[in-house]
C-alpha cells in the first residue's frame, strides 16, 4: 500500500486541504449529473407537484451519488498503475498523482457504504436497485470492462438502473418507453466515448479498445443514436401528443453532440461535453422547462 510521503516544508493546514481536494476529486462531482437520470420519473409521471415526492427522489439521486462515488473509487484503485502510466489520468486522478493514499480511498468509500447503509433503511426498495448497480459496476471494474459489447451495455444499464431507483423511491412503475428509450441513449454515450477512446489513446488506452474499430463503434452509436429518438418520438406521439414539441430539442441534442464529437474531439466524458457546451446545456435546460410546464398543465 503506497504511503503518503509528508514534506516538512509544506504546512501541515495545506497538506490537510490538499488531500481533502484529492478526497472530492476521488468521488468525481462533476460525473454526478449522470444521476439526474433518476429523476425522470418524477418528471413523466407529474409527481413533481407534490412535495414529498419531490423530497424522495432527490434522497434517491443522493443515494445514487454515494453509489457511484463509491464505484469510481474501485475503478480508481484497480486502475492506478495503469493510471499512473497515462498521460492525462496520472495528473488528473487523485490516487494516480499521489494526492490521496489508497488508505484514503478505502476510509472514504467506507464512509460512503455507511452513509448508503443509513439510506437503505428508509428506502429499502431503491436500495435494492442501488445494489445491484453497485454489484454490476464492481464486476465491470473487475472484469466486465475488458469484454467487448458487454462493456458497452453494463454502462448503458447503469443509466437504467439510476430511473428504476428513481421509481422505486416513487413507487411507481417504469415506462416500457423510458426503459428501452434510456437503454438506445446510454448505449449510444457509451458507444461514443468508446470511440474517442480510440482516437484519442488508441488501442493502447483501455485493454478492451483492442477489439474495437472506430467504424465499428460509429455504427454502433449511429443505431443506438436512431433508436433513442425513434422510441422517444413514439412514446410521444402515441402517449403523449402534447408533447410533440419537444421532439425538436431531442433531434437537436443529438445533432449538436454529434458535432462536438466530430468537430470537437468531445465525447469522451459525457457530463463534461453537456456541462462545457452552452448549446447543447440550453438544449437539454429548454427541453426539462417544456416537458415538466407540458405536464403540468395537463395535470400529469
Not at 467487448?148 to 428513481?166: E, H, Q, S
Request: aromatic letters at 12%; a positive charge.
Amino acid at each position: 500500500m503506497t504511503k503518503e510521503k509528508v514534506s516538512p516544508e509544506v504546512p501541515a493546514d495545506r497538506q490537510i486541504a490538499s488531500v481533502a481536494k484529492g478526497l472530492v476529486q476521488l468521488m468525481r462531482p462533476r460525473q454526478w449529473i449522470k444521476n439526474g437520470f433518476v429523476l425522470a420519473p418524477l418528471i413523466f409521471t407529474g409527481e413533481f407537484s407534490v412535495a414529498l415526492s419531490v423530497a424522495k427522489a432527490v434522497a434517491a439521486a443522493f443515494l445514487f451519488c454515494c453509489a457511484s462515488s463509491i464505484v469510481y473509487i474501485i475503478n480508481d484503485i484497480c486502475d492506478i498503475e495503469r493510471d499512473r502510466a497515462h498521460p492525462i489520468k496520472s495528473k488528473k486522478r487523485p490516487l494516480a498523482a499521489g494526492t490521496v493514499t489508497v488508505r484514503h480511498a478505502v476510509y472514504l468509500a467506507i464512509l460512503l457504504c455507511c452513509v448508503l447503509g443509513t439510506g437503505f433503511m428508509y428506502f429499502p426498495t431503491t436500495g435494492v436497485v442501488i445494489g445491484c448497480y453497485l454489484l454490476l459496476n464492481t464486476a465491470y471494474s473487475l472484469y466486465l470492462k475488458h469484454q467487448p459489447v458487454v462493456d458497452i451495455f453494463t454502462i448503458a444499464l447503469g443509466f437504467v438502473l439510476r430511473v428504476y431507483a428513481g421509481a422505486e423511491a416513487l413507487g411507481v412503475p417504469v415506462s416500457g418507453w423510458m426503459f428501452v428509450t434510456t437503454l438506445c441513449l446510454a448505449l449510444y454515450l457509451a458507444a461514443v466515448k468508446r470511440r474517442q477512446e480510440l482516437l484519442l489513446s488508441g488501442k493502447d488506452g483501455r485493454k478492451v479498445l483492442k477489439n474495437y474499430t472506430v467504424p465499428l463503434v460509429d455504427r454502433y452509436a449511429e443505431v443506438s443514436s436512431t433508436g433513442s429518438l425513434l422510441f422517444y418520438s413514439l412514446f410521444v406521439i402515441t402517449e403523449r401528443p402534447d408533447m410533440v414539441v419537444t421532439i425538436p430539442f431531442v433531434l437537436y441534442g443529438l445533432f449538436r453532440y454529434w458535432y462536438i464529437v466530430e468537430a470537437l474531439d468531445g465525447g469522451e466524458s459525457p457530463s463534461d461535453v453537456l456541462l462545457g457546451d452552452l448549446q447543447l446545456s440550453l438544449t437539454v435546460l429548454l427541453w426539462l422547462v417544456v416537458c415538466i410546464t407540458i405536464i403540468w398543465r395537463s395535470g400529469g
